[in-house]
T-cell receptor
Framework: RKEVEQDPGPFNVPEGATVAFNCTYSNSASQSFFWYRQDCRKEPKLLMSVYSSGNEDGRFTAQLNRASQYISLLIRDSKLSDSATYLCVVNAHKLSFGAGTTVTVRA | DAGVTQSPTHLIKTRGQHVTLRCSPISGHKSVSWYQQVLGQGPQFIFQYYEKEERGRGNFPDRFSARQFPNYSSELNVNALLLGDSALYLC???????????????FGPGTRLTVT
């Protein structure tokens, strides 16, 4: 079983829509959680750190469910610039990355 | 402030050759981690260094080695290159060793290595 698993998508949504996707992790001792976004052929950029049971940053909401070992990311009012691959990252003494969820926002 | 820098940006090598990749962390950051990312996958952890000591090693063969210098910059070395080593090699820096819950890592632009 992979340490971090994500639905690869792609999620194709119109501008203004809400899109949400999950990530599951296998190591119950994981200490911290992050979402990164990665544009094509670029480096990952930190989008959000996930605190406690979840947190919000503008149009982005992350939730953490330790009992079920999953993290979710919700994007409200999608913009064309939100088109990217979103990487779920779990820290259990080393960062483990999911393979990413691709989101495409269309005009 | 400068972010994480890596050199070179692109590199083409032949099977069996050796390569050295370089990384300078964000000023004030003492930890550097190296990742390998092949197309369609997330980054895979190779090494972490903190205060010049190896703090973690991923599931990579001994052909991969790294070190961190007193100024916290780092080198990743790969010997006896294989075609499968072709990937984007990412360096990330963080303030601490990653033991703090929110020890966030920031990535450099990467070195794209092609082995022919």
């Amino acid at each position: 079983r992979k340490e971090v698993e994500q639905d690869p998508g792609p999620f194709n949504v119109p501008e203004g829509a809400t899109v949400a996707f999950n990530c599951t992790y296998s190591n119950s001792a994981s200490q911290s959680f992050f979402w990164y976004r990665q544009d094509c052929r670029k480096e990952p950029k930190l989008l959000m750190s996930v605190y406690s049971s979840g947190n919000e940053d503008g149009r982005f909401t992350a939730q953490l469910n330790r009992a079920s070992q999953y993290i979710s990311l919700l994007i409200r009012d999608s913009k064309l610039s939100d088109s990217a691959t979103y990487l779920c990252v779990v820290n259990a003494h080393k960062l483990s990355f999911g393979a990413g969820t691709t989101v495409t926002v269309r005009a | 402030d400068a972010g994480v820098t890596q050199s070179p940006t692109h590199l083409i090598k032949t099977r069996g050759q050796h390569v050295t990749l370089r990384c300078s962390p964000i000023s004030g950051h003492k930890s550097v981690s190296w990742y390998q990312q092949v197309l369609g996958q997330g980054p895979q952890f190779i090494f972490q260094y903190y205060e010049k000591e190896e703090r973690g090693r991923g599931n990579f063969p001994d052909r991969f080695s790294a070190r961190q210098f007193p100024n916290y910059s780092s080198e990743l070395n790969v010997n006896a290159l294989l075609l499968g080593d072709s990937a984007l090699y990412l360096c990330a820096s963080s303030l601490g060793p990653g033991e703090q819950v929110l020890d966030e890592q920031y990535f450099g632009p990467g070195t794209r290595l092609t082995v022919t």
